[in-house]
């Protein structure tokens, strides 16, 4: 393993968000914090010389065209898109795993959303708390590695017009700041969760099932306990794949109908 101290500290001085990862899970609280310093950077990799670099997509978005995603090709996909010049003067890097990631700055008169199964086999990774992995990090024994030297540059219009087509609505413009809120409720939370995720990496799972059993708990149909569960998942920083989605939703459903029935059974 190589000691990534350097390496990450050139990222910070360039302006990126450094996040030390242990293979791909944060090691860090990061959402909504200020960057790293050098002199965090540096006392942090001397206790964990090994860590993985990651960097917030605060700043740039990151088309991520996966090799292998819920059963679809990528990369095929990237080919039938057929607009290679969008990509050739930009930042860009192959994954441990044989992807490939475009960097982008994200546009001034438009906001970015992240967006996964953009396209068969490609994400739009754009959320101001998301992160992607980048070189010289590695996983399973393999290297990023970034495939050019260039900046990352503003993404054509063309690409961000496909963007605004498969994106939903962004409303901008707030609401009233005198409103206090006094106290809330567990459904109140879970209202919450449906706009904020289901957090960090490492409790997803947990916070998915505790959701979707809340739900259920209080007669929500099931129908629509997956499809809220699925939007939360969008709001996610780094979301759970749709199928791992629905197999927990499943599972919820089946241990509420136990304790339905452990209920009326002690009833009689």
Request: proline share 6%.
């Given at each position: 393993?190589?000691?990534?101290?350097?390496?990450?500290?050139?990222?910070?001085?360039?302006?990126?968000?450094?996040?030390?990862?242990?293979?791909?899970?944060?090691?860090?609280?990061?959402?909504?914090?200020?960057?790293?310093?050098?002199?965090?950077?540096?006392?942090?990799?001397?206790?964990?010389?090994?860590?993985?670099?990651?960097?917030?997509?605060?700043?740039?978005?990151?088309?991520?065209?996966?090799?292998?995603?819920?059963?679809?090709?990528?990369?095929?996909?990237?080919?039938?898109?057929?607009?290679?010049?969008?990509?050739?003067?930009?930042?860009?890097?192959?994954?441990?795993?044989?992807?490939?990631?475009?960097?982008?700055?994200?546009?001034?008169?438009?906001?970015?959303?992240?967006?996964?199964?953009?396209?068969?086999?490609?994400?739009?990774?754009?959320?101001?708390?998301?992160?992607?992995?980048?070189?010289?990090?590695?996983?399973?024994?393999?290297?990023?590695?970034?495939?050019?030297?260039?900046?990352?540059?503003?993404?054509?219009?063309?690409?961000?017009?496909?963007?605004?087509?498969?994106?939903?609505?962004?409303?901008?413009?707030?609401?009233n700041e005198n409103y206090v809120i006094d106290g809330k409720?567990?459904?109140?939370?879970?209202?919450?969760?449906?706009?904020?995720?289901?957090?960090?990496?490492?409790?997803?799972?947990?916070?998915?099932?505790?959701?979707?059993?809340?739900?259920?708990?209080?007669?929500?149909?099931?129908?629509?306990?997956?499809?809220?569960?699925?939007?939360?998942?969008?709001?996610?920083?780094?979301?759970?794949?749709?199928?791992?989605?629905?197999?927990?939703?499943?599972?919820?459903?089946?241990?509420?109908?136990?304790?339905?029935?452990?209920?009326?059974?002690?009833?009689?």
């Amino acid at each position: 393993m190589r000691d990534l101290t350097e390496y990450a500290v050139q990222y910070a001085r360039k302006g990126l968000s450094v996040i030390p990862m242990i293979r791909k899970q944060p090691l860090i609280k990061f959402a909504d914090k200020p960057p790293l310093t050098e002199e965090e950077i540096r006392k942090f990799w001397k206790t964990h010389p090994y860590a993985n670099i990651a960097v917030k997509t605060d700043n740039f978005f990151v088309f991520d065209v996966d090799i292998h995603k819920d059963g679809a090709n990528g990369i095929q996909t990237f080919k039938e898109l057929n607009h290679p010049e969008w990509f050739k003067d930009t930042l860009v890097q192959k994954t441990a795993h044989g992807g490939y990631q475009y960097f982008f700055l994200k546009p001034d008169n438009y906001r970015m959303t992240q967006i996964i199964n953009f396209l068969p086999g490609i994400d739009i990774k754009a959320h101001q708390n998301n992160y992607v992995m980048i070189a010289p990090s590695i996983v399973d024994g393999v290297p990023y590695q970034w495939l050019n030297k260039k900046s990352i540059i503003k993404a054509p219009q063309g690409l961000i017009n496909l963007i605004k087509e498969k994106s939903k609505p962004v409303y901008t413009g707030g609401v009233n700041e005198n409103y206090v809120i006094d106290g809330k409720t567990k459904t109140s939370e879970l209202f919450e969760q449906i706009i904020k995720g289901f957090g960090l990496t490492g409790g997803r799972n947990n916070a998915l099932a505790e959701f979707c059993g809340g739900l259920l708990f209080r007669n929500v149909d099931p129908e629509i306990v997956l499809e809220l569960a699925k939007i939360a998942n969008e709001n996610t920083e780094a979301s759970l794949p749709p199928k791992e989605v629905v197999t927990t939703v499943n599972s919820m459903i089946k241990k509420e109908i136990r304790r339905r029935e452990q209920l009326e059974n002690n009833q009689t």
